[in-house]
């Protein structure tokens, strides 16, 4: 391609849209445009990359013997009531755009596939001959993202391949799950990527496992806990480690205390010049289940550890039973509007003691009259602490469970790891912390899907059973941006040479002088006839202009005929380290071979 014929726009100045690197590169070098919130045109230059991350991605799926189909983006709003995920997608969670069609029928658009291919399976899958089966898809997903930002990162139309394993037995899901695990880290090492695989949340259906491919960044939305023997690495909302001793109390006897001013766990320790491990803080939550009953949920734990809410919504998802419920729809801190619906009188905020009464709500056909009471395991063998005392202004302090306090009957884990922690599987070991993007998602989902749409199978004996699944995604587009994310400098976009959009670009100096311009035009037909794709930059622009132009698109090689043309060579840069050569025009085919095959090993 010649730049003269291309639709070729770099700008100068950073848009004052993007915050993070990655996100101003692809605009300012001509990649990306942005047409609305999270949606972005893919201009030339990025439609290539996409087509080689997607090239590697579809290679490595097929080599696991993964079968490539492409399904339906507008999906019945009827599947997703036979998965019961309507609702939740459409009104809760809001993430699917909805429509309704001139035949006054629902449809999706598709966010993600589970009930298209399970409905495929139900058809199709008769028998255990038939199983294990695997089919995958490349396609453009959409997500009413609450939050659209950092253009390709979080879009709400965006490139994935989501993929989908049926299968007769765990142990048969597992072997395909590992096979995606390594699928994976291929798919991220071929790409040029650093990354680490994590253990990760997989929700309230829980059990099964899952794991998240993490591409290092700072500018990840995700935080990574790991220790450096490389034995434990989870996604922050999923670890697990152990806190530190608690202090033993330095409060003998039981006593109520004027605290003034203590409404935090850091004032209140500053107050009694104590740790914080002697606290039991009481901290207030609000759940909405999809019964429509507002749960006002206590969760106590201790002074100097944090709710992790993922591992909070978990474990009151399984409690939805007890509001004739299915599932959560939304959990929050309830500010003091909330308040103002459920509580019969203002709450003791900042004082709150675990058996703070009942009365304080006022109880109706949509808010549950109790407290849900839940005390995380940090808090459960604290002796003489010290805890509010439901009077603002005031605490306790020597109380006891089982004596001031009633142990609330709930005891859970839900407290969040942090870095510095002891490490589960080996105590000497200390989580270290890392920001992640997350690109790729792979799931043990078991029957979920299968069962509450009737996929079924026959199996040897006879016997119709539901099919076991897994479920693999990965963001193409968020892959490719992150691949920018960890590869830059000050003059532009680094790409790896994997999924450049081009390996070279040839720039020609000063487009008067005819020799520069046969060379060019010599080594341009030569290189891209020989496998290396090659822009060819033969606008009428100054040298300077072409040189800033190539670093900033990212080109993995630049070739100049120039000065030492005279001497029968050109000069060629390595973008990455500003590395300059001077090759004989005659062997620069096959250097650039030599070097671009051992850049993809
Ligand atoms: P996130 O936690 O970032 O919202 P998710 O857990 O909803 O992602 P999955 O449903 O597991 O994502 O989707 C599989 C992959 O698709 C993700 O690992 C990610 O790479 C990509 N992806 C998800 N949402 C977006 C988005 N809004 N824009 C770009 N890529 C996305
Ligand atoms: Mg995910």
New binding site residues.
Partial sequence: MKLSQMLFVTLREDPAEAEIPSHKLLLRAGYIRRIGS?IYAYLPLMWRVLKKVSQIVREEMDATGAQECLLPQLQPADLWRESDRWDTYTKAEGIMFALTDRQNREVGLG??HEEVITTIAKDMIRSYRQLPVHLYQIQT?F?D?IR?RFG?????E???K?GYSFHTSEESLKKTYQDMAQAYSNMLRRSGLQFRAVDADSGAIGGSGSQ??MVLAEAG??EVLYTEDSQYAANVEKAVSMPADAEPSTFTTFEKRETPGTETIDKLCKFFKCSSTQVVKNVLYQAVYDSNITVLVLVSIRGDQDVNEVKLLNELTKLSGNYQAKTILFLTVPDAEAQRKWAAKPLPLGYIAPDVADDYLAGSKEVNSKFLRLVDRTAVDLKNFVTGSNESGYHVVGANWGQEFPLPEIAVDVRKAKKGDRAVHNPEQTLQTARG?????I?QLGTKYSQAMGATYTNEQGEEMPLIMGCY???V???AQSAVEQSYDKDGIIWPVAIAPYHAIISIPNISESQQIEVAEKLYTELNRSGIETLLDDRDERAGVKFKDADLIGIPYRIVPGRSLKQGKVEVVERATHKSHEIPIDEVNSTLKQWIEAALQ
Avoid: A, C, N, Q
């Fill in positions: 999270g966010p993600t997903k997500r993202e659209p390709l990162m979080r879009g709400r965006f490139i994935m989501d998240e491919f939305e995700d993007i997350e690109v790729g998602h799931f995604g990965v963001g587009s968020r892959l």
